[in-house]
């Protein structure tokens, strides 16, 4: 899968998954394909930001505002994430037209 989306584009969970708390953060289990995922702290904060559709600009503005990261670092740890979610069929992309 080429991971390229804009800053603009949205993310949003697909429903394909259950969490359950596990630790500091969340286990996924997807429905389709029976394998279990686990997040960290910061990824379950990303995982309940998008059960709505949210810009992949405010999600990384969220960690940002709620963890001490530097700006590049959160953006390759964000996109890494969601990318993983996106090939994993637990999340879904949605591009946004620029008008």
Request: charge should be negative.
């Given at each position: 899968m080429n991971w390229?989306?804009?800053?603009?584009?949205s993310v949003s969970a697909t429903g394909d998954a259950v969490a359950c708390e596990f630790g500091e953060g969340l286990a996924l289990l997807n429905l389709k394909s029976n394998i279990y995922y686990s997040l960290n702290g910061v990824g379950a904060f990303i995982w309940e930001l998008i059960q709505e559709p949210k810009s992949i600009a405010d999600i990384r503005g969220a960690v940002l505002a709620r963890y001490n990261v530097d700006a590049e670092r959160c953006k390759a740890d964000v996109d890494a994430l969601l990318q993983?979610?996106?090939?994993?069929?637990?999340?879904?992309?949605?591009?946004?037209?620029?008008v």
């Open positions: 390229n989306p804009s800053e603009h584009d993983g979610l996106a090939e994993n069929g637990l999340a879904r992309v949605q591009h946004e037209a620029l």
